[in-house]
């Protein structure tokens, strides 16, 4: 195989979480500060800290905010969110096949855990790191750097799966490969202008890029 370990980012790569994440915004910033800004600039945030958007967003009020998109977050996150197609089949396949597999988000961990016991997925997972449990977070390199250290991985067989900016650039300075994702909501123009090394199509691309399907075929 050519890679050995593969780390997911999970909201908008593993779990479709796009619109939760929007009316979390949204109602977020109709509370505190209603007509400031457009669903354009909320999209541009998606894969960033959270604190660090808020902060940004509203220099005064930025605590209660965080605040009230968490509650609004979790009580809602059950009915709004669902899993990409094929993710449950390719995650299990690689898993069978030997892949060490994670999850680096930067999100908190009560917020992780949710989404990927909702499918299933926390069982094919043997590292989740999430915010504020690596140094700093994405795009800087430290969750992924501790994700590999976790597993053993090697950086040279080593595949980060994306779906923004965040993504991409802490797996380019951890000095690993990354793969973006089609269906992200930032656009293929703009994660393709960081050069990735693979682009998923669908989620089963990720078999033939890791390899397994070559495998397969070479043993029947």
Known sequence: MRYGAVLFDLDGTLIDTNDLILASYE???????????????????????????????????????????????????????????????????????????????????????????LFGLDRWMQTVVCYGEAGRPKPHPDPILRAMEEIGADSARTLMVGDSRFDLLAARRAGVDAAAVAWSWHGREELEALNPAHVLEEMGDLLRIVGIDAEADADA
């Not at 109602?27 to 660090?52: M, Q, W």
């Not at 999850?103 to 961990?109: G, L, T």
């Open 27 to 117: 109602h977020t910033l109709n509370k505190h500060c209603p007509g400031k800004y457009s669903r354009e600039e909320i999209v541009a945030c998606l894969g960033e800290p959270l604190y660090d958007t808020m902060r940004r967003l509203d220099p005064e009020q930025w605590e209660a905010m965080v605040q009230t998109y968490r509650e609004h977050n979790l009580a809602c996150h059950d009915d709004w969110v669902k899993l990409f197609p094929g993710v449950s089949e390719v995650v299990e396949k690689l898993h069978r096949a030997g892949v060490a597999l994670g999850v680096v988000s930067n999100k908190q961990r009560i917020s992780v855990e949710k989404g990927l016991s």
